[in-house]
C-alpha cells in the first residue's frame, strides 16, 4: 500500500516518524505494509524534525499525486490552494486522501466530497478538528443511530490556554496572550485562533457532521475573546462560572433548523467543560438517546494530530485492500442554519447604572417589552459603582440584541458593562 | 435490510423504539430500510415498554437466527448461554451481529469471533462497555495509528455513584449501597457490581482492543468496593484525593506485557476522573503519539445503551451493504497478561502505631527491606490515636503485599488501618 504525503511541516514529519516506528504494528492493523511512496515538500535543502530518505522528496506535489502507484494521499500542507487542487487530483484519480485541513474541508468540502464519490475513494478527516481526539468518527458512526442535539467544544487550544490563565491567575488579555506566545501555544499572529476564525472552521465541520447537512465556515456566526476582560472573568468567577471560548452546534426547537457559532461564553463551574484547563480542547455532546458526552485530549500538537492521521491511514488502507468504502459525506437532512439573530440564548449583563428608585423598574420594563424573561437581577456597590447585573432566560439572539440597544439609550444607564452568553446549565 | 432482536427487556424495548422512530434517519444514514423480522423473547405474553406486532414475537430464538431472510442479529438477552449458541449459530450462518453482551465477550470472545471470521460476518459490540460512550469504535479504529499504552476506567455506574455519594455526603457504604437501590442504581442484589465483576468483564475487552491481544475475564484481578470505609474517604479527601473503583490496563515498562485489574484507588482531584460523578462512566487513555483523551458519558440505561447499538446497527448494515466487513478482531501482539503481583503501582497506607520514639524508623526500615520506596509520610495523633499515613513510590504488587504482611507483624504497628492504591499522578 504506498502513501504520497503532502506537507513535511510538524505533523508531517511526525507523520513519517510514526509510520517509520510503528511499521510492523501498521502492517499488521491493516494486513499489509505500508510505504512511503513520496513527499512532497516547498523547498528539498531544508532541515527537517525528522530523517527522510532525500530520494523520495519532491517539490512536484502535481506529479507525486498523479502516480499510478500510490494509492493513499496524505495532505497536511493546510491552507486553500494548492491543497484544494491537489486533493481533488488525488481523488480523481481514484486514490483515496486523508486530510488534516479543516479550513479547506469548511470552505468547500462539497468539492472534495464529491470528488471522492467520483472517484470511489475514500475523504477521511479525523485530524481536522480537536487533533488526536477521536470525535468525528464517534459522530460519523458510532451516534449514526442517534439524534445529536447540540454540541458544545472547546476546539481551539490557544484561547482555552489563555482564558485557562485569565481565569487562575486573574491575568488581563494582553498578559495571558503573551505568556501563550512565549509558550508557543499561540502564533506572533493570533488573529486566526483569537478571533475565532480556527474554531469557526471546526464548528461548521461538527455541525456538518451532527445534523446531516452541508455547512461552511461562512454560515458560522463568529466573535473572538479579544474583548474580555479581567473583570468579566472575575465576576463570572464570583457567580460560579467560567469564561470559554465555545463552538456551538444546536438544532432549533421545532428541529427545522440549526445555528452554528463560535463566541466566548459562561458555563457552571459544575460542567464538564469547565475543567478543561489549558491548550486541552473538549467536545460535548448532547444526543437523544445517548445522553450527555464528552470527549477530551490534545487539540492540536504534531504526534496527537499525526496520531488521528495514521488511524485514519489505517482505516483508509483497510478498505482499500478490502476493495471497499468508508461512510460517504452525509447531508441527506439537509437543514437550513439560520441566522444568529434565530439563535435562542441565555444572557448575563452588567450595567452601571445610576444610583436612585426606579431603576430596576425601568430597566425591567426593557427587557419587559422585548420579551425578554429576567431569571436574576444582583444589585451592587452605590454611587458610581452602582450596578446591575442581570442573568435573563432563554430569548432569540434578536431580542437579547434589541434590549442591549434599548438599555444603551435609557438615560439611567450609565454603560452596559459586559454582555455575556451562558450556556451549559439549562 | 432485515434484522432479528433477541431480548425485549430494557434495552431491546429501546432497540425496537428508536428503530421505529428514527426508521426515515436509520434508511438515510444506511442507504436502505431496516425491517424487524422477528423478537425473541422468553414469554409472549408479557407486558413491555414498547409497542410490539405480536407477529414478530417468538420464544424460539433459535429458529429465528437461522432463517435465511435475517440478515442481522441483535443480541441482548446477556449471559453466556443461549446467547452464545445464538450468536455463533447466526455467525456461522453468514449473518453479521450487534451485542451488547459484555460477560459473553470477556469469557469466550474468541469463539464469536472465530465464527465471524468463518462466515464472513461482522461482529460489533460497543455496547458492551461504557453504554453509550463510544469507545470501542475509537480504541479499534481511531487509536489504531497509534500506541496505547494505559486505559484507566470508571465502566461501571452503580459503584461509581455510591463512591460519590460517600466522598459527597459522608455516608458510609452500606447507607450509599442502600440509596443506590432506592433509586434504581443497584440492583437487589449488588454482587456484580461492587464485587467489581461487571468493571472485569469490560477491563478484558478494553485490554484485548487496547493491547491487540485476547484477554478473558478470569484473567483479570478483581477487588470490590464493600470495604471501603467513610474514614478512607474523609483520609483520601483531606489528601486531595478521591476513590474510584477502577479498570486499569496498563502495560509493562519493558512493553512486553500487560496487567489489568479492577480495584478501588485513589485518584487526585485535579485529574479528569476525578470528576467523574453520579453514575457517570469515564474512560482515560493514554496514548504514546496521542497523548491524554478522555471519553465520558451515560454507561447504562436502556436509551443510552439502544443508541450505541443502533450504531453499530448502521456500520453492520452498511458494511453488508458494500460487501464488506467492518475491522476484525486485532490479537496480532499476543502479549501476555502478567499476574498482579509484577503490576507496579504506588500505594497509600494508614498504620495505627505506638506512640513513641523510634517508631518511624522500624517502619522505613521495613519498607526499605522489601525495596519499596517511600514518597511522603505524615505523623497523625497521640496516645492510643497515633497513626503513620505513607504514600510510596511505585513498586511492584509482589513487594507491597510482602510489606504489608510484614506491616502486620511488627509489635510497634496496633493495626494496618487501610492500604489503598494510588493511580493518575504520574
Known sequence: MKVALLGCGVVGSQVIRLMHEQSADLAARIGAPLELAGVAVRRLGRKRDVEVDPALLTTDAEALVARDDVDIVIEVI????????????ALSGGKSVVTANKALLAEDGATLHEAARAGNGDLYFEASVAGAIPLLRPLRESLAGDHVNRVLGIVNGTTNYI???MDTTGASFTDALEEA??????EADPTADVEGFD?????????????????????????????????????????????????????SDDGRSFGVRVHPAMIPRTHPLAGVREAYNAVFVEAESAGQLMFY???????PTASAVLGDLVAVARNRLAGARGPEESTYADLRAHPMGETVTRCHVALDVADKPGVLARVAELFAKHDVSIQTVRQEGHGDDAQLVIVTHRATDAALTATMEGLRELDIVRAVASVMRVEGDE
Chains 1, 2 share one sequence.
Not at 506566545?181 to 499561540?186: D, H
Not at 461538527?206 to 479581567?230: N, P, W, Y
Not at 485530549?297 to 504526534?303: C, D, L, P, T, V
Open 78 to 89: 493546510g491552507g486553500i490552494e494548492p491543497a484544494r487542487s491537489l486533493i481533488v487530483s
Open 181 to 186: 506566545q512565549t509558550l508557543g501555544y499561540a
Open 297 to 303: 485530549g490534545k487539540g492540536a500538537g504534531g504526534a
Open 163 to 165: 482564558l485557562d490563565k
Open 199 to 251: 474554531a469557526a472552521a471546526k464548528a461548521a465541520i461538527l455541525a456538518g457532521l451532527a445534523f446531516h447537512s452541508r455547512v461552511t465556515a461562512a454560515e458560522v456566526h463568529r466573535e473572538g475573546i479579544t474583548e474580555i476582560t479581567a473583570t468579566d472573568v472575575a465576576s463570572a468567577k464570583e457567580m460560579g462560572y467560567v469564561i470559554k471560548l465555545l463552538a456551538i452546534c444546536a438544532r
